[in-house]
């Protein structure tokens, strides 16, 4: 963890770990950089998550 990323995560301000980034094959995931909460990208940027959940199940079964 990152001091000085781990400062900016207490005011609201997360950045993922590049080196972390995987595919799950729905989504891309990562973990923050300073604190290490789970991160989901979506449209409009890279979000906090409570726990990186199972993917849906997208098979229309």
Sequence with gaps: MKLL???A????THR???RRVWHDGYD???????CGKPM???NSGWKIV???PAPPDRTGN
């Design 5 to 7: 990323q781990l400062a």
């Design 16 to 18: 993922r770990d590049r």
């Design 40 to 42: 989901l990208r979506e």
């Design 50 to 52: 409570d726990a990186h």
């Design 28 to 34: 891309y995931r990562a973990y923050c950089a300073g």
């Design 9 to 12: 995560c207490a005011f609201g």
